[in-house]
Structures are given as C-alpha cells and as structure tokens.
C-alpha cells in the first residue's frame, strides 16, 4: 500500500510537470497505469467488459471453428511479437459474428476482438494481420489504462488500486462500453499502436505495408459503405499519419514476405463472402 501511495504522488508530480510536453506527458500515463493497474487488475477489467459486451451489446461469436481457428492463428505470431513488449499479458480472441461491422478493437487484459465485416474487407492476410497487430499496440501501450485514468480521475484508480472501492472496476467497465472510450484513441495512440503494428507485423512475416493499404481502401470505398467508417471513424487517419507508417517502415527498415490472400478467400467462402 505505501509503494502506491508514493508512485501516487510521484505520478501527480509528473502529470503536472508534464502538462506542456506529450512525450513527458505520455511517459507519467504510463507510469500512472503500470503502478495502478496490475495486469491482474488488467484481466480482471477486460472479463467485466467482456460480460458487458455480451449481455448489453448482444454480440455474438462465429461458431465456425475453421474461421476461428483461421484468425488465431494469424494472431498467434502477432502475439508471440507483442508478449516481447508486454509479456504480463495472456491473449485472448475473440470473433464476432457481423459481416456488416467493418471493425476491431482491443480491450485491457489482452482480449481482441475482430468483426467478420474485417475479415470480408480484407484483401491480404497482411492487412487482417495489420490490423490485428495494430490493436495488440493498443493494449502493449496501456490505452485504455491510460483512458481510465483521463476518465474516471486519479483518485478513483487509487481506490481501486488500495481495494477501497471493490465496485469500481464494474463501474470502470459499463462506462468504457458504453460512453466508447475502448474504441476511441487520441492520434499520439494511435500512432503508437502503428509503430507496434508495423513492427509486431513484420516480425511475424507478414508486409508492414498492410495497414497502409486498409487504411487507403478505407479512405477510398467509404463513400460507397458506410460501415466501412466504423474503423476510420474510432481509428482517424489522414496522409500524414499514412506517411508516418512508411517513415517506420523504411527507418527500421521493416520488411515481411507474407503479402498474398493465403488462405483468406477459403474462410471468406466459409463466412459466406466472395
């Protein structure tokens, strides 16, 4: 209890510090939410969310254990790059059955989930690997750690870090499902996530350049679809973000030989898409 009284304090300090810098300011986030929120706390979030996603939001999984199977396995090497970073964290995937939902997202705890719609969207193993990598950059980052704590204030992480409020982490999650805060990131996240993703992408054989090419076809047919701004609209993103993808690519010099459909176009057919 002391240590997190201190690390309280200490991250206040720095919070104040930093106000007028973001990287200081993305570092105390950082610190505020790995003292405060263990990955245990963590896991313990992302069940709830889970339980609030599936009584309130109505989701439901595909049963079909080739699709299934299909995403996690592409996840896998994702995720074996991402536990590098963050190795605290056990995955868990998640497939939800609506091809109109042209979407993912990420929760705390390492829970993600990938809409069917993303699935038919995708014209290359290297773009659902894309984006599945850029999520896992969302939870190594802490993103909704650090939302937690911009939303629901510092003292009452405290509380639910000292156990004196045993309701808080129910109260945390009804309200990151339903005011949307899992899904919506601030640009400085997401360009973070993209630099996990074009790295954890690479490292597991797949072309960085994916996500770059998902973002582009996004941008293009959204006129035409409009379930395809669900992931431009909680993801924003822009030519200088786009370029700011291909600057890590080529600075780290990212390369990933993996960049064909694979065995998508048969779990299409299976999801009942072209």
Same mark, same amino acid.
């Given at each position: 209890? $002391? ?5 309280v ?13 973001t990287?200081?300011?993305?570092? /105390?986030?950082k610190?505020?939410a ?15 969310v ?6 309130k ?10 699709v ?10 994702? +995720?074996?790059?991402a ?6 964290v ?14 993912? =997202?990420?929760t ?11 699935i038919?969207? /995708?014209?290359?193993?290297?773009? +659902?690997?894309g984006?599945?990598a ?23 992480i ?5 156990g ?8 945390? /999650? ?25 790295r ?6 797949y ?6 090419? =998902? =973002?582009?076809?996004? $941008? ?11 992931? +431009? ?7 200088d973000?786009?370029?700011n993808?291909?600057k ?5 010099n990212?390369r990933?030989?993996?960049n064909?459909?694979?065995g998508?176009?048969?779990?299409k ?6």
């Amino acid at each position: 209890m $002391q240590r997190i009284l201190v690390a309280v304090l200490g991250v206040t300090l720095a919070l104040g510090l930093s106000t007028g810098c973001t990287k200081q300011r993305i570092s /105390a986030e950082k610190a505020v939410a790995r003292t405060l929120i263990s990955d245990e706390q963590e896991e313990q979030l992302g069940k709830q969310v889970k339980a609030e996603l599936e009584t309130k939001e109505k989701i439901k999984y595909v049963q079909n254990a080739a699709v299934v199977d299909y995403v996690r396995g592409i996840s896998a090497s994702i +995720l074996n790059q991402a536990s590098k970073d963050r190795p605290g964290v056990k995955w868990k995937i998640n497939v939800i059955d609506d091809p109109k939902m042209v979407n993912a =997202f990420a929760t705390p705890g390492g829970y993600l989930y990938v809409y069917t719609g993303l699935i038919l969207a /995708a014209d290359t193993e290297a773009e +659902l690997a894309g984006v599945m990598a850029h999520e896992a950059g969302h939870v190594v980052g802490r993103h909704s750690a650090r939302a937690m704590v911009n939303q629901m204030g510092l003292q009452a992480i405290t509380q639910a870090a000292l156990g004196q409020n045993p309701g808080t982490v129910a109260q945390i /999650a009804a309200s990151l499902v339903s005011g949307g805060t899992l899904l919506a990131h601030g640009r400085g996240e997401e360009i973070e996530a993209d630099e996990y993703g074009a790295r954890y992408a690479s490292g597991a054989g797949y072309d960085p350049r994916g996500l770059i090419t =998902f =973002f582009e076809k996004l $941008q293009k047919e959204q006129g035409d679809t409009p379930a395809l701004m669900k992931w +431009l609209s909680t993801h924003p993103t822009n030519r200088d973000r786009i370029a700011n993808i291909q600057k890590i690519i080529s600075q780290k010099n990212l390369r990933g030989s993996n960049n064909g459909p694979g065995g998508l176009p048969a779990i299409k057919q299976a999801l009942g898409g072209k």
